[in-house]
T-cell receptor, first 112, second 112 residues
Framework: AQRVTQPEKLLSVFKGAPVELKCNYS??????LFWYVQYSRQRLQLLLR??SRESIKGFTADLNKGETSFHLKKPFAQEEDSAMYYC??????????????FGQGTILTVHP | KAGVTQTPRYLIKTRGQQVTLSCSPI?????VSWYQQTPGQGLQFLFE???????NKGNFPGRFSGRQFSNSRSEMNVSTLELGDSALYLC???????????FGPGTRLTVL
């Protein structure tokens, strides 16, 4: 079974501080990991996928298969980063088509 | 390209009724997935369609069904509505694999 855990429901930091949103997963197959973000009154949107290894809006995430983690990091948080962040997992090699398993989400608040 | 659209945006129904929700994917996308989002359970996968065929199904009762048309537009239907079906229903489209998904704004269903 697939499982994604985001241990922090709420995370508060000050502007300019580093931020790390934690994500751990459980899956015996070949996982593909994503971070989605939902800003206030906007739809869920893709932020990062691990296979692209991109940095989007200053955020990065590295897949650590040994620790089964995919933490999202940003060295200097901005107020506009305040949002709900979801970690999600997909089966990269199997037949579980179209299914993303989401964590419960972390609400990030960046204070001025 | 225009994003994923969902209609209607809001619905109020009473117990026992049925409801049909509609989703238009991004042009060229052939995979459509549906999710139920509630405060208690978070985002849960309902089913996925590709080329008018259901490829994957989540753990929901048979009252939840869907279909996809030849133009990739999709509908989901919930029959014999229960109070617990009150939720935000999200659809997401993907070009092919169903892994990298782009979400619509959702339909807020309230069952009274």
């Amino acid at each position: 079974a697939q499982r994604v855990t985001q241990p922090e429901k709420l995370l508060s930091v000050f502007k300019g501080a580093p931020v790390e949103l934690k994500c751990n997963y459980s899956y015996s197959g070949s996982p593909e990991l994503f971070w989605y973000v939902q800003y206030s009154r906007q739809r869920l949107q893709l932020l990062l996928r691990h296979i692209s290894r991109e940095s989007i809006k200053g955020f990065t995430a590295d897949l650590n298969k040994g620790e089964t983690s995919f933490h999202l990091k940003k060295p200097f948080a901005q107020e506009e980063d305040s949002a709900m962040y979801y970690c999600a997992l997909s089966d990269a090699g199997g037949t579980s088509y179209g299914k993303l398993t989401f964590g419960q989400g972390t609400i990030l608040t960046v204070h001025p | 390209k225009a994003g994923v659209t969902q209609t209607p945006r809001y619905l109020i129904k009473t117990r026992g009724q049925q409801v049909t929700l509609s989703c238009s994917p991004i042009s060229g996308h052939r995979s459509v997935s549906w999710y139920q989002q509630t405060p208690g359970q978070g985002l849960q996968f309902l089913f996925e369609y590709f080329s008018e065929t259901q490829r994957n199904k989540g753990n929901f009762p048979g009252r939840f069904s869907g279909r996809q048309f030849s133009n990739s537009r999709s509908e989901m239907n919930v029959s014999t509505l229960e109070l617990g079906d009150s939720a935000l229903y999200l659809c997401a489209s993907s070009p092919w694999t169903g892994r990298e998904q782009f979400f619509g704004p959702g339909t807020r269903l309230t069952v009274l």
